[in-house]
C-alpha cells in the first residue's frame, strides 16, 4: 500500500448524518461539534451541499441565528472540516467548498 492510499484510511466514511444513533456511538471518529454540524445541516438543507464561504455565513445566520467573531472564524473552520475529509474545496474556486 503506498503512502497515498494510506492517507485516505479513516476519511472516507462521509457524511454520517444517514446512519441511525446506535452505529454512530460505535464508531470511533472525530465527531463534528456544534458548529460543524450546523456548517453541514447549512449546506445540505440550504445549498445543496455547495456553497462559498459568504453564503454559508448567511445560511448560518439564517438557519441558527449564529454570527462568528470574524470571518476567519469559519474560514479555518472550513479548512479544518476539508482536511478531516467532512467537506472538499472545489475546484479552482476559492473559498467555495462541498460535501463529500
Not at 441511525?20 to 445540505?44: G, Y
Not at 448567511?58 to 479544518?80: C, E, M, S, W
Not at 478531516?84 to 467548498?97: D, P
Amino acid at each position: 500500500m503506498d503512502n497515498e492510499s494510506d492517507d485516505k484510511i479513516g476519511r472516507r466514511l462521509g457524511d454520517l448524518s444517514d446512519l441511525p444513533p446506535e452505529l454512530r456511538k460505535l464508531l470511533n471518529v472525530a465527531k463534528l461539534d456544534d458548529l460543524e454540524e450546523k456548517i453541514i445541516s447549512t449546506l445540505k438543507n440550504r445549498y445543496e451541499g455547495v456553497a462559498s464561504v459568504d453564503e454559508i455565513l448567511v445560511g448560518l445566520y439564517r438557519d441558527f441565528q449564529y454570527i462568528p467573531d470574524d470571518r476567519r472564524t469559519i474560514a479555518n473552520k472550513l479548512y479544518r472540516m476539508s482536511k478531516a475529509g467532512h467537506l472538499e474545496g472545489v475546484a479552482k474556486r476559492k473559498g467555495v467548498f462541498k460535501m463529500k
